[in-house]
T-cell receptor, first 113, second 115 residues
Framework: NAGVTQTPKFQVLKTGQSMTLQCAQDMNHEYMSWYRQDPGMGLRLIHYSVGAGITDQGEVPNGYNVSRSTTEDFPLRLLSAAPSQTSVYFC????????????FGEGSRLTVL | AQSVTQLDSQVPVFEEAPVELRCNYSSSVSVYLFWYVQYPNQGLQLLLKYLSGSTLVKGINGFEAEFNKSQTSFHLRKPSVHISDTAEYFCAVSERGPGRRALTFGSGTRLQVQP
């Protein structure tokens, strides 16, 4: 069972560089989301999607873009990385309704120098 | 808007002792409540959830939580902890009703079980 797969697991960027964090799920989940985890702050929602072609902003969307062209994939793009984006990023998915369990990937640790 | 407060950032406890991790939430509407656990260098896993019905909810690994609507709390408990319970625990809330179903997390409580 693959579940939610994130790549890469580790990445180091220089300020101003761009990159994409990949997220794929094989559970046919409608809902997908990206969180960032910072010490003492828990997980904060960046962007989410309730289905292919539909995305919306979460609590901390600035500096990040997303798209949802297929049910399976939900990439997160950093267009111009900043040191404040140094964090651990988690992708999570669930079936459509809000009562369901969120399934998390193993995380992507990003360092911006 | 909903919010979650986890009152303790770290909880040290000896093996086989009981533990309670505290969680309070704020919301203008009815909510669903969750506890997740994160082991080192891993993603989060669901421990238990409260949707409706009995206010005492049992989860995996011997954990349970009690929903208290009047105190807007959802504290997590275990009667006897093991070394393997060492992890970070997150309380989360989601509002009921149509539309947006985003999950809001607390800042986490690090449970340190000592031999």
């Amino acid at each position: 069972n693959a579940g939610v797969t994130q790549t890469p697991k580790f990445q180091v960027l220089k300020t101003g560089q761009s990159m994409t964090l990949q997220c794929a799920q094989d559970m046919n989940h409608e809902y997908m989301s990206w969180y960032r985890q910072d010490p003492g702050m828990g997980l904060r929602l960046i962007h989410y999607s309730v289905g292919a072609g539909i995305t919306d902003q979460g609590e901390v969307p600035n500096g990040y873009n997303v798209s949802r062209s297929t049910t399976e994939d939900f990439p997160l793009r950093l267009l111009s990385a900043a040191p404040s984006q140094t964090s651990v990023y988690f992708c999570a998915s669930r079936a459509g309704v809000g009562t369901g369990e969120l399934f998390f990937g193993e995380g992507s640790r990003l360092t911006v120098l | 808007a909903q919010s979650v407060t986890q009152l303790d950032s770290q909880v040290p406890v000896f093996e086989e002792a009981p533990v309670e991790l505290r969680c309070n939430y704020s919301s203008s509407v009815s909510v669903y409540l969750f506890w997740y656990v994160q082991y080192p260098n891993q993603g989060l896993q669901l421990l238990l959830k409260y949707l409706s019905g009995s206010t005492l909810v049992k989860g995996i690994n011997g954990f349970e939580a009690e929903f208290n609507k009047s105190q807007t709390s959802f504290h997590l408990r275990k009667p006897s902890v093991h070394i393997s319970d060492t992890a970070e625990y997150f309380c989360a809330v989601s509002e009921r009703g149509p539309g947006r179903r985003a999950l809001t997390f607390g800042s986490g409580t690090r449970l340190q079980v000592q031999p």
